[in-house]
């Protein structure tokens, strides 16, 4: 598991992001109304909705994996291993321009992957399947990237940007890992993990009894499940992973007992979780290390995020997309279900941590669906 995620990678990578122009920690919010509403005794609400600018903690795991690849190839063409402060000077420039990273994304990993190509100064090339809205793919653009759409859903881009890659000789910076490609994704996760080690400062010794976290292809949840469990042994909170009803690949996998395959459109409001097939690095740690999976109805969502952006019972308002009120609005379906909760070890007492993963990375359907 350590291969994976540790605290020591983590710890790099923080000593290298905090580096970056912009660079704060995320804010976690205790929402005293919110656990009222859904009768628990604290919940933590850890909000990414302005990590650097980007509105979500993806910002984190894809730009640092492109740093660390141009690290790599700089290494390998001069023997010099430079330092990130090289990277923003564009001191080799003349070997990072003559690059192109590429991924596969529903929006918010090619971002940050965009993003960190702009930063450094290679090239960009982002798939994005049929339902990834018009206003995620001008973003990308926006920094730069070159971005393609294809046909099919979020497991069919990651196969073409895989096709495409070899043929191209770019270098494909996926959050996702599946066989022959594992490497760039741990670094993917160690930037992730950065996020977590703010949360581990921010609740200063306290440690919640649950963690609802965000399904997707698993890596986030992997990451989230791998780190607390080396920080906190056998006193780690619950991990309750949380999918939509049609991108349940998590969970179907868990209740096979191997990596099983969602297929079809995966339609969901969720569109960062809309992923068929699970991370074979992730699957490593969740096949174990998970102790709950559950799915979301869809009517949730909207209501989850009015929910936090006005505020409840006196709480703060908060801005957050479809992707990261999965662990709010699973709280919300299980404040009045006694079977569910009992066989969830939710009490009136529980310490709840959710991560609120993105802002409104799309305004119009986020001002939409608010309204």
């Known amino acids: 598991m350590r291969d994976i995620v540790s605290l020591e990678k983590s710890q790099v990578a923080l000593h290298g992001i905090s580096e970056w122009p912009g660079y704060r920690v995320s804010p976690l919010h205790?929402?005293?109304?919110?656990?009222?509403?859904?009768?628990?005794?604290?919940?933590?609400?850890?909000?990414?909705?302005?990590r650097f600018g980007l509105k979500s903690f993806k910002a984190l795991g894809g730009s640092y994996a492109v740093a660390q690849q141009l690290i790599k190839a700089i290494e390998a063409a001069t023997g010099?291993?430079?330092?990130?402060?090289?990277?923003?000077?564009?001191?080799?420039?003349?070997i990072v321009t003559k690059l192109t990273v590429a991924t596969a994304t529903?929006?918010?990993?090619?971002?940050?992957?965009?993003?960190?190509?702009q930063l450094f100064g290679c090239a960009c090339v982002i798939y994005i399947h049929a339902d990834?809205?018009?206003a995620r793919e001008k973003t990308m653009a926006d920094l730069g990237a070159t971005v393609i759409r294809v046909s099919g859903n979020y497991d069919d881009s990651v196969r073409e940007v895989a096709a495409a890659a070899t043929e191209n000789e770019w270098i494909v910076v996926s959050d996702n890992s599946y066989p022959g490609y594992v490497e760039i994704p741990k670094d993917v996760t160690a930037g992730y993990?950065?996020?977590?080690?703010?949360?581990?400062?921010?609740?200063?010794?306290?440690i919640p009894t649950h963690v609802f976290i965000q399904g997707g292809c698993g890596g986030l949840a992997a990451t989230v499940c791998g780190y607390f469990w080396e920080c906190w042994g056998e006193k780690r909170p619950r991990l309750i992973i949380v999918e939509p009803e049609q991108a349940n690949c998590l969970q179907r996998s868990a209740m096979a007992g191997e990596m099983t395959v969602v297929a079809g459109k995966l339609?969901?409001?969720?569109?960062?979780?809309?992923?068929?097939e699970v991370s074979l690095l992730a699957w490593e740690i969740l096949a174990s290390g998970a102790d709950d999976f559950i799915t979301l109805p869809e009517q949730l969502v909207p209501l989850s995020m009015r929910m936090l952006v006005r505020g409840e019972k006196g709480d703060p308002s908060v801005e957050a997309g479809e992707s990261a009120v999965a662990g709010v609005g699973a709280l919300v379906a299980l404040a009045d279900d006694r079977e569910a909760r009992a066989a969830l070890g939710i009490t009136p007492d529980s310490s709840v941590l959710v991560f609120g993963t993105e802002g409104a990375t799309d305004q119009e359907l986020y001002e939409r669906l608010i309204s």
Do not use: I
């Open 30 to 50: 205790k929402l005293a109304g919110l656990a009222a509403s859904c009768n628990v005794g604290e919940v933590f609400y850890k909000d990414e909705s302005g």
């Open 80 to 94: 010099v291993s430079p330092s990130m402060d090289d990277l923003f000077q564009k001191r080799y420039a003349d």
């Open 106 to 117: 529903d929006g918010n990993h090619g971002r940050s992957v965009a993003w960190g190509a």
């Open 132 to 134: 990834v809205s018009s």
């Open 193 to 206: 993990a950065v996020m977590l080690s703010e949360v581990v400062d921010q609740l200063d010794g306290h």
């Open 267 to 276: 339609e969901t409001l969720m569109a960062g979780l809309a992923c068929g």
